[in-house]
């Protein structure tokens, strides 16, 4: 495996693919018709079966890992079921495209809440980009026109926002406990068989967990835990610490960008004019936090240390519905 992520043909490859498998995340949970709390549920539980075995296969070669390692991923989880039935809530309100494009905002929010809370004090381009998303988002919400698509977008964007908050949270625990950049499939283990329990717990208490779903609605739920909560976190997680910080950068806008093509293409999702205007604004914002600055921040720090040791700790988390552990964006 190390020497094919050796090639950056391959390593490129790989973000891609897992960047197109995540942007059909949204759609996917609009073809399956599940409620919000259902959806974030059954996504979960049809991903650990192939989770727990490659986790299970990382533990024989390098060791079980440590339970402080492990009780923040556990944490993480509990924001991860959070986020979902927030962003879940969201697509059901603005539809699949412009929710998508609404909980990446936490790329702008990561360095904020990490600054506030470890005192890792954000660049200057991380608080201009803040109010340049922030006034994406409200062009997005409709309250400036009459007629905006969706079914309550004002409400989609509250949502969208809480979903990107939450997910802020996930980033930050699961930075916490996923600081061996060896092991992939462990920490996305524990952190969606946490997720998965807490949303069944969510979903009674607020009214709308169906726990025996029909067909072909399961269907679709399978082909959600199977390619965005597994292949689509995966190979990103293995990839973006691996790649130049221009290409993360380009990487950060396929999901939204594509999942908004998507929506059109299969939901025939039609956004209005000004809506779309939010949309590029928001990505202009993560773009202006992502890009790098300098020649040196084309190669990840945490790639460096890896090479020399492989249990350095990992960086920040980009990207909604990604569970990255190397950035360059704090």
């Not at 020497?3 to 950056?8: Q, S, T, V």
């Not at 702008?108 to 890792?120: F, I, K, Q, S």
């Not at 409709?142 to 969208?160: C, E, I, K, M, S």
Request: aromatic residues 6%; contains cysteine; hydrophobic residues 55%.
């Amino acid at each position: 495996m190390e020497r094919w992520l050796a090639d950056g043909r391959i390593v490129r490859a790989c973000g891609l693919l897992g960047a197109v498998a995540i942007a059909f995340s949204s759609i996917l949970v609009r073809l399956s018709h599940a409620s919000p709390s259902t959806a974030a549920i059954f996504r979960c539980l049809f991903a650990l079966p192939v989770l727990v075995v490659l986790a299970w296969l990382e533990d024989r070669r390098f060791g079980r890992r440590p339970w402080r390692e492990r009780r923040w991923v556990v944490a993480a989880g509990v924001f991860l079921a959070a986020d979902l039935i927030l962003w879940h809530n969201s697509i059901e309100d603005v539809g699949a495209g412009l929710a998508t494009v609404l909980a990446n905002i936490q790329v702008v929010l990561v360095p904020l809440v990490a600054w506030a809370v470890l005192g890792e004090k954000p660049g200057r381009r991380v608080l201009a980009a803040l109010p340049i998303a922030l006034s994406g988002v409200v062009l997005i919400s409709g309250v400036l026109q009459h007629g905006a698509y969706g079914r309550d977008p004002g409400r989609g964007a509250l949502f969208g926002l809480g979903a990107g908050v939450a997910y802020v949270g996930f980033l930050l625990l699961l930075r916490r406990g996923g600081s061996d950049l060896r092991r992939v499939a462990g920490p996305l283990f524990d952190a969606t068989l946490t997720c998965a329990v807490a949303c069944v717990v969510a979903g009674l208490i607020i009214g709308d967990a169906d726990l025996t779903p029909g067909w072909p609605g399961v269907g679709w739920l399978i082909v959600l835990g199977l390619t965005s909560q597994v292949l689509g976190w995966l190979l990103i997680t293995i990839s973006l610490p691996r790649l130049p910080a221009a290409i993360t950068s380009l990487m950060l806008a396929v999901q939204p960008v594509g999942t908004l093509a998507l929506a059109a293409l299969i939901l025939g999702e039609s956004p209005s004019a000004l809506q779309l205007a939010g949309v590029a604004v928001v990505i202009v914002g993560l773009l202006v936090v992502s890009r790098p600055v300098s020649r040196r921040a084309r190669l990840p720090k945490q790639v460096v240390r890896l090479r020399s040791n492989q249990r350095e700790c990992a960086g920040a988390v980009i990207a909604n519905d990604v569970a990255v552990r190397a950035a360059d964006q704090d």
